[in-house]
């Protein structure tokens, strides 16, 4: 399966999903727009897709962001996934959509978001939706929000770490359950440091 980066805002703010593919949206893309809004549009029977964002929000780089799996043609799949790390005086607002139409037959979508807060005066907002028109389908969402573990940071404390690193050791984990599944290299290198994981 190839990995494409989204760095730009498709036409329409439609993509096509027409071959198996990995989509992973650019963290400066996220946080260089008012909304970031796409609908992955499934229009090619049997194929499979994986929808990736991950960023890393602070107090000037606030993310709004919608996506959309529309399952069109029968035999299709998505597993979208979102992780977003808040900082102090941050904003994340997401909103993921899955919609299988009445023709998409034997199709599977899945959601999963997740937030990890480990700052201050944070504001988030998760919003799933799932719309099915069509029977003999597999389809769910899940959304979760949580702090960092202060039990975990203590005991990382007291092994020699400062706070700070304590903080990065876990953002890592939090993001590299998801950054391991990234088929190509050169993606995952270039995710890291945007995401305050790696050297910049």
Known sequence: MRTILIDKIPSKN????????QYVFDPKLLKGQDVVEVEFLFNTPGVTSEIIALYSCDELS??????????????????????AVLRD???????????????????SSFLDDAVLVVGKGTHTRSDPI?????NEVKASHGSTTGRVDESM????????????EAEGLIVRGFFESVLGNIKEASVKNYLEPLLGIGEK
């Open 130 to 134: 799932l719309e099915i028109e069509a």
């Open 62 to 83: 606030p993310v709004k962001l919608r996506t959309s799996a529309r399952h069109v043609a029968r035999s299709t799949s998505c597993n979208t996934v979102v992780r």
């Open 14 to 21: 439609i993509i096509e999903v027409s071959s198996s593919a």
């Open 153 to 164: 940071l203590y005991y990382l404390e007291s092994r020699g770490l400062t706070r700070n």
């Open 89 to 107: 005086n941050s904003l994340s607002d997401y909103l993921g959509k899955i919609k299988i139409e009445k023709t998409a037959i034997d199709t």
